[in-house]
C-alpha cells in the first residue's frame, strides 16, 4: 500500500486535489481511507482514473466509449462501467468485443481489474483514424486488428 504522496509520485499527479475529487468521486478501487487525506492509502497497482477532457456522457455512442476504454488502456488509466456509464452487462461485452480483437488484455491485480493495451498497439493517443478502426464493421466482423494497426503505426512513423 501507497500513502498519497507515493501515489501522487507513481501517477505522476501534481496537487492533491486531483486525488481528492477523484476519492469523493470514488474512482480508485481498493483505498483504504482514514480520517484525513494523508491517512488515505492506495494499493501498490493503483491507477489514475480515466479523466477524458471530451468526457464521456450518458449519451456516448458506443463506438465513441470503446475508442475511450483503447486510451484508457494506451494511456495505463483506470476506466470503469461508471465513467462510461453503461450497465455491467454492456460494459462487459465492450471488454469482451476489445479483447477478443485483441485491441486490449485485462488483468487482476490487489482484486482490482485492470484494462491493459495489448503489445501489438504502442500508440500514443486516441485520434479519429483509430476511432475510425474500432468502429468499422470489418473490424468487429473479422477481429484482424494487427495488420490494420501496424499498417496504420507504419504510416505514422
Aim: charged letters at 25%.
Amino acid at each position: 500500500m501507497m500513502d498519497i504522496e507515493a501515489y501522487k509520485a507513481k501517477c505522476g499527479i501534481s496537487s492533491s486535489r486531483y486525488v481528492k475529487g477523484w476519492l469523493k468521486e470514488d474512482l480508485i478501487p481498493g483505498v483504504r481511507s482514514g480520517p484525513s487525506l494523508e491517512d488515505f492509502y492506495f494499493p501498490d497497482s493503483a491507477r489514475r482514473p480515466y479523466r477524458y477532457r471530451g468526457k464521456i456522457k450518458p449519451a456516448t455512442d458506443a463506438t465513441s466509449i470503446r475508442a475511450h476504454i483503447v486510451n484508457a488502456c494506451i494511456r495505463r488509466e483506470h476506466i470503469t462501467k461508471e465513467m462510461c456509464f453503461a450497465t455491467q452487462g454492456e460494459f462487459n461485452r465492450m471488454i469482451e468485443d476489445l479483447t477478443t480483437c485483441g485491441l486490449i488484455s485485462f488483468r487482476v491485480e490487489d482484486n482490482i481489474t485492470y484494462y491493459d493495451s495489448t503489445s501489438g498497439f504502442y500508440l500514443s493517443r486516441v485520434d479519429s483514424a483509430i476511432l475510425q478502426i474500432i468502429s468499422s464493421k470489418y473490424l468487429i466482423a473479422n477481429c484482424r486488428p494487427t495488420n490494420i494497426l501496424q499498417n496504420l503505426c507504419n504510416r505514422e512513423n
